[in-house]
């Protein structure tokens, strides 16, 4: 069985790759490799470069913080550069990577795909305010995995696509806004998050789900 790991440079995506190493034949594309969402060009290279299928495609990028602009406080924080680099990252990134799923995963067997997501993208579980752009840009990625999963169940009936909320993890992305919640360390996340997907079936593709198998809201 082979797994295309995105995005593993350190933290989940690095764990996710070493957790899958166990039982797979896994490939890893990170920045060194042209896998850069600001540049779809050098992107799209690298993803026709791949050589598929894959049986699990596991998409570990996103940020919270681009440069120096941190998620808003308020409204009046909004920045219209900042805010298009989130979408880049967290939105067109991931859709660039489902762009090339018909190639890249199998016809004639469960094949997985999974994207990071955040709790924070819920806009139904959203009490706080705050974050404008991080939770905008991970609302519209989750409704491209939904829709993603109504066009791959048409040709690919045993394909699966969710996207995932690791949870808070204790990465050097996570420290600054972490507060007192309790954190998971990168390797508990990964595993957790991959047990969640070994027990999705076909009827749960297009899903949002937590690293503790709970199904979120939209």
């Known amino acids: 069985m082979k797994?295309?790991?995105l995005g593993i440079t350190g933290g989940i995506g690095?764990?996710?790759a070493a957790h899958l190493a166990r039982q797979m034949d896994v490939t890893g594309l990170s920045r060194k490799d042209g896998l850069d969402w600001t540049k779809p060009v050098d992107t799209e290279?690298?993803?026709?470069?791949?050589?598929?299928?894959?049986?699990?495609?596991?998409?570990?990028?996103?940020?919270l913080q681009i440069g120096e602009h941190g998620p808003e406080k308020k409204l009046s924080a909004i920045d219209a550069d900042?805010?298009?680099?989130?979408?880049?990252?967290?939105?067109?990134?991931?859709?660039?990577i489902l762009k090339h799923s018909d190639r890249l995963i199998p016809r004639d067997r469960r094949a997985v795909l999974a994207?990071?997501?955040?709790?924070?993208?819920?806009?139904?579980?959203?009490?706080?305010?705050?974050?404008?752009?991080?939770?905008?840009?991970?609302?519209?990625?989750?409704?491209?995995?939904?829709?993603?999963?109504?066009?791959?169940?048409?040709?690919?009936?045993?394909?699966?696509?969710a996207a995932l909320h690791p949870g808070t993890v204790?990465?050097?992305?996570?420290?600054?806004?972490?507060?007192?919640?309790k954190t998971l360390t990168p390797e508990e996340s990964a595993a957790r998050m991959i047990?969640?997907?070994?027990?999705?079936?076909?009827?749960?593709?297009?899903?949002?789900?937590a690293y503790d198998g709970q199904a979120i809201p939209w």
């Open 3 to 5: 797994a295309l790991v």
């Open 14 to 16: 690095a764990a996710v």
């Open 45 to 63: 290279a690298a993803l026709i470069g791949l050589d598929g299928p894959f049986d699990l495609i596991f998409d570990a990028t996103g940020a």
């Open 82 to 96: 900042a805010m298009a680099a989130q979408f880049a990252v967290n939105t067109i990134g991931p859709a660039l």
């Open 115 to 161: 994207t990071i997501s955040a709790r924070v993208g819920s806009i139904s579980d959203n009490g706080l305010g705050g974050w404008v752009s991080y939770r905008a840009a991970k609302a519209a990625l989750n409704q491209i995995v939904k829709t993603a999963s109504v066009e791959l169940a048409r040709t690919r009936p045993e394909a699966i696509i």
């Open 170 to 181: 204790a990465t050097g992305l996570s420290a600054p806004f972490a507060g007192q919640r």
């Open 195 to 209: 047990a969640v997907l070994d027990g999705l079936t076909p009827a749960q593709s297009g899903g949002f789900f």
